[in-house]
């Protein structure tokens, strides 16, 4: 039997609207699907106002797609009101109405009236799914929601149910979709193994004809960079050559990834200058999740691992979402600002966050420990350090380079402690970002003025301060740089990200 698309293209050829209309009332996941965007909508533009209108099922498919020209063939206003509409069309009109309510940046609403969905909270079938493909079409939207609002869990949990669902041979493309995803989730926070099973069976499941699987494909190769090991810089190289745009919804994920990989890659510049220039283009003004934060947090961090915590902090400041990628790198920054205490609440607190993400955890126990570890508590942090061990046996290499970075020195307690779980490390007494004093406001607002060619007297009459109290902040930046004179000061404070 000819697949759905193309029964529907013979019937529009031959002018049979009655059948276009059956199909697409039928099976209208598979329609969706099949024809690209810009047919299905050519064919229901097509057909007579009527017939859609008669049709609750092709009047939700034309308002889940909106297609210029067919809003008169969907004016029909008690469509969301009949009291004679089916349960299940209604719940199509909330599948569809959190889908645009997530592309317009209220992730948390839209996951709110997904997540109580019957098909997904039901048991789900063994043999046969009788929706046709519905039941996977929306724990699959459920899942990318939860994604997108940082609940790496409960996406997991939702990808791993739709891969129990039978799945038509047309739609197999949600198995390679919830495998890649959840790939996805596993390497940058959770079990590296995971991720690597989930990656082989995206690959072996058969591709469609759906117009999905060229959405897929970037993720796959995302996927792909970030499991490699053995050559950082061609990893880098591979995400780079990535863009927001072919990523789709996922692009925060991105974002996050390819700095991950930057820091491995010894290529941070590069990653840095492509956060900063989506957000320039207006990325991540707007949202309720990773869509809105991940941005400021990339920055944020990048200004921390410069030991730039001013900058660091000032970049926060737009970030709203207690999602794990913010959590962490929050938590990070207040320890570098004086303030281990506090994060050590919010990383006791975080908890439920991070349990059963294995990378998550540790990223969470190792901070734990650098907080009790300047804090003066040595006794709390050597305890969280053990329980490292319970995690796994070996940290991750991004966890390695992080820590190198800012505290070597809680690097060699680890080593001391488990030698087995980083063989690698050796006491070296370096020092890191977090050893080092970083800039205050007030010296970073001197730093700022001469970058602009301000001599002392007018960076003080600017910033409403003597002339004796801006020669003392000059003085206790330069000495902080090591540098003796403005330009060398700018020179080294651009470099390190300050400027």
């Known amino acids: ?82 009291p004679h509409l089916p349960a299940h069309l209604r719940r199509w009109l909330v599948v569809t109405d959190a889908w645009h309510a997530r592309l317009h940046g209220d992730v948390a609403r839209a996951y709110e009236v997904l997540i109580r969905l019957p098909e997904i909270e039901a048991a789900v079938p063994s043999v046969l799914d009788p929706t046709n493909g519905i039941r996977s079409l929306f724990l699959t939207q459920a899942a990318v929601t939860a994604l997108l609002l940082g609940r790496f869990r409960e996406a997991l949990s939702l990808y791993g149910r739709t891969l129990c669902v039978p799945t038509p041979a047309a739609l197999r493309f949600y198995l390679r979709e919830a ?30 004809q759906s117009w999905m699987e060229s959405q897929l494909d970037p993720e796959q190769v995302l996927v792909e960079a970030l499991i490699s090991e053995q050559d950082p810089v061609g990893a880098f190289t591979r995400i780079l050559q990535l863009t927001y745009g072919s990523m789709g919804e996922l692009w925060p994920l991105y974002l996050l990834g390819l700095q991950r990989q930057g820091v491995l890659a010894g290529r941070r510049l590069e990653a840095r200058e492509r956060i900063e220039a989506l957000v320039a283009a207006g990325m991540g003004t707007n949202g309720t999740a990773l869509n809105s934060s991940v941005p400021h947090v990339a920055l944020a961090f990048e200004a921390l691992l410069n030991g730039n915590v001013p900058g660091a902090k000032n970049q926060m400041k737009a970030v709203e979402d207690r999602s794990w990628p913010a959590v962490i790198v929050g938590c990070m920054i207040g320890i570098a600002s004086g303030a281990p205490k506090a994060a050590i609440r919010e990383l006791n607190a975080a908890r439920p966050m991070t349990e059963g993400l294995r990378q998550a955890e540790r990223q969470r126990s190792l901070v734990l420990g650098l907080a009790h570890y300047l804090s003066g508590d040595s006794a709390a942090a050597r305890a969280a350090v053990d329980q490292l061990e319970e995690l796994n046996r070996r940290s991750g290499p991004h966890e390695i380079a992080v820590m190198r970075i800012l505290a070597p020195s809680l690097l060699e307690l680890v080593a001391e402690r488990i030698p087995e779980l980083l063989p690698e490390v050796k006491t070296r007494g370096d020092r890191g970002v977090l050893d080092t004093p970083s800039l205050t406001e007030s010296e970073l607002a001197v730093l700022v003025r001469l970058a602009q060619g301000e001599t002392r007297d007018q960076i003080a009459k600017a910033l409403f301060r003597s002339p004796n109290t801006v020669k003392s902040h000059q003085a206790s930046l330069y000495r902080k740089l090591g540098v003796s004179a403005a330009a060398d000061a700018v020179r080294l404070a651009t470099e390190a990200g300050y400027l």
């Open 1 to 82: 039997m000819p697949d759905i698309a193309q029964r529907i293209r013979d019937a529009e050829a031959a002018g049979d609207h009655a059948a276009v209309v059956h199909l697409l009332a039928t099976r209208p996941v598979e329609a969706w699907f099949t024809l690209p965007t810009e047919e299905l909508t050519a064919i229901i533009v097509g057909l007579p106002a009527d017939a859609v209108r008669a049709s609750a099922e092709v009047a939700l498919v034309a308002r889940m797609l909106a297609p210029e020209g067919a809003e008169a063939l969907t004016e029909d206003r008690a469509l969301s009101r009949s």
């Open 179 to 208: 495998h890649l995803r959840s790939a996805l989730i596993h390497v940058l926070y959770g079990d590296p193994a995971a991720a690597r099973a989930h990656l082989a069976e995206a690959r072996s499941t058969p591709r469609t």
